[in-house]
């Protein structure tokens, strides 16, 4: 069994920066992706950015040069550093680690940026 737990939301005017993190506990797997969804409100989740435990990230197109995902694979913990942040960034950030063909969410962590 695994265990997510986010940390580091909060509200921030646009333009400002945030840094999430996510701790996996309990069963974790060398070979396995870890990764940050968005949910905003009313609507579905959706992939924000993950990373490889050989530390290939990838992006969706809105967070491209305003986002940084890492790892720290002894740690078994991803962050997600958002700069440039604007209004539609807003909602419940989930981390998510998928290993052995099998998705296990967090709670989400909410990040709210004002106009």
């Known amino acids: 069994q695994v265990q997510l737990r986010e940390s580091g939301g909060g509200l921030v005017q646009a333009g400002g920066s945030l840094r999430l993190s996510c701790a996996a506990s309990?069963?974790?797997?060398?070979?396995?992706?870890m990764g940050w969804y968005h949910q905003a409100p009313g609507q579905s989740r959706v992939l924000v950015a993950r990373i490889c435990n050989n530390g290939f990230p990838t992006y969706t197109t809105s967070v491209k040069g305003r986002f940084t995902i890492s790892r720290d694979n002894a740690k078994n913990t991803v962050y997600l550093q958002m700069n440039s942040l604007k209004p539609e960034d807003t909602g419940v950030y989930i981390c998510?680690?998928?290993?052995?063909?099998?998705?296990?969410w967090g709670q989400g962590t909410q990040v709210t940026v004002s106009s």
């Open positions: 309990g069963t974790i797997f060398s070979i396995n992706t």
């Open positions: 998510n680690l998928y290993q052995e063909a099998r998705d296990n």
